[in-house]
């Protein structure tokens, strides 16, 4: 029987099926926060259960806390309380933790995959909706709730109803200045943020074979955006290159094993999916949002919509109070649009890649005049590689932040918030309502174009700058 890669990873983890497209699960990794796990590890020991697998467990701090350099626990007053609970209920249980001071903390999503926790084939978990950015290295990773959590704690196991396939093609040639983040706002914006409800998302293509395995992560990232909770891409010779040296990659016999497994994800060939879509890369112009969803994408060179004639697959309503939130005249260029603040990092776009992109717009140049610009690592081991290539140089004297690593400025849990009615530019994954900071204004593009948009003050197509 021909199955699909999401097939042959699902049934490799039933430990019973119940017959209703529900399963117990196995859970080969699970990676704990400061920002989700309190409740679980309180509701575990008012259950009187221990921690099941504490040798498949790690632990982060990410989201509540500093990213001043040279910051600890007490940087950032409001954070010591979940990040003091985090230590206590590791120490207890015994769970490995990447804290402040640990050479190897950073964002979760960077790294499971970076460290070689999130490996092909592998299940795993964790309390936040990116999870789903290790499916990079062809991990099945989503994310789940607190309550969840507590259950992956007690079991290592969990009960999931079992999602439809999809694949999503992407094809074609990409032009100069197209980069993995164009490529996931354009499939949002041409399907919709709900069009992936219910699947299981398996990126292919020869656009997505082209990409490193820090680019594939940027597209199974923002799969949650599109409606999805994972997605995934089969492994191949970039990603075992890519695993070689990571740390907790199987050693040995074990690493032979692995490879030879891992060698045999993929779908085959006749293989049936439930649904399939295309995206032709051919014709993209760096894409950019207007609105505040990340289906409100247009290309650098398009006008802001006109609430009068929507493009599918928003309503004139929808259009118009985004546009209203947003502070925005319909029907004019998004191109020299003005910024106060320019955001690279995140689990989207955090990694070294990321950042020589960005770097690569920079060298030479300076940060507008009254611009906000921020570079925040998604680790310290990304961090660190940076800082051997000259990066932190390049942008700091051109008057950039050179931060540390964690969330940041993503998700406003921390000091990095864009303050009231300021227009921010950002490498993250949202642009809701008041996700960077209450009535903060967010335009979601790639490194290189937020790196552009720095410089000049404005958005700016960085295809002409770089001529």
């Not at 926060?33 to 467990?57: I, M, Q, Y």
């Not at 680790?379 to 932040?401: C, H, N, P, T, Y």
Request: proline share 6%.
């Amino acid at each position: 029987m021909q199955r699909t890669l999401f097939e042959k990873m699902w049934s490799a983890h039933v430990v019973s099926d119940f017959g209703d497209s529900r399963a117990l699960i196995h859970i080969d990794r699970h990676v704990v926060h400061e920002g989700t796990s309190a409740e679980a590890f309180a509701g575990l020991r008012k259950a009187a259960r221990t921690v099941h697998s504490p040798d498949l467990t790690f632990a982060v701090t990410d989201h509540i806390v500093s990213t001043i350099p040279g910051r600890n626990a007490d940087t950032f007053p409001p954070g010591r309380e979940r990040v003091s609970l985090l230590q206590q209920n590791c120490a207890e249980a015994g769970i490995p933790l990447f804290d402040l001071d640990d050479p190897r903390q950073g964002i979760a999503h960077v790294v499971a995959p970076e460290l070689g926790i999130a490996l092909p084939g592998a299940t795993l978990v964790c309390g936040d909706s990116h999870t789903a950015t290790c499916g990079g290295v062809g991990a099945y990773a989503w994310g789940i709730g607190t309550t969840e959590v507590q259950q992956v704690l007690a079991t290592q196991a969990l009960i999931v109803r079992k999602p439809k396939a999809l694949r999503v093609n992407f094809s074609g040639r990409v032009s100069e200045g197209i980069y993995a983040k164009d490529l996931i706002l354009a499939l949002i914006r041409r399907y919709g943020v709900a069009a992936g409800t219910g699947y299981a998302i398996e990126y292919a293509g020869s656009v997505i074979r082209g990409l490193g395995v820090e680019g594939r992560m940027t597209i199974c990232n923002m799969s949650i955006e599109f409606g999805a909770r994972s997605g995934f891409v089969a492994p191949d010779d970039t990603t075992i290159s890519y695993l070689a040296e990571r740390p907790f990659r199987p050693r040995g016999k074990d690493w032979d094993a692995a490879l030879a497994s891992w060698r045999e994800l993929r779908s085959d060939s006749d293989a049936q999916f439930d649904d399939e879509f295309e995206i032709d890369c051919s014709a993209l112009a760096p894409q950019v949002s207007w609105g505040t969803s990340p289906q409100s994408v247009i290309g650098v060179d398009e006008r802001i919509p006109d609430p009068s004639a929507p493009p599918h697959p928003e309503t004139s309503a929808t259009v118009r109070k985004a546009l209203e939130y947003m502070e925005l005249e319909p029907g004019r260029p998004i191109e020299g649009l003005p910024i106060d603040i320019a955001f690279i990092g995140s689990c989207t776009n955090s990694r070294l890649s990321d950042l020589q992109a960005a770097a690569e717009i920079v060298r030479g140049r300076r940060v507008a005049p009254g611009v906000r610009a921020l570079v925040v690592p998604g680790s310290m081991q990304v961090k660190r590689a940076a800082e051997g290539l000259g990066l932190d140089r390049i942008f700091s004297e051109s008057g950039f932040e050179w931060r540390s690593a964690g969330c940041s400025m993503c998700v406003a849990a921390n000091e990095d918030v864009v303050p009231p009615g300021k227009r921010s530019i950002s490498t993250s994954n949202r642009n809701f309502e008041n996700r960077q900071g209450p009535a903060a204004r967010t335009h979601l593009a790639s490194p290189a174009m937020v790196a552009a948009a720095a410089l000049k003050g404005r958005i700016v197509d960085l295809r002409k700058l770089a001529s």
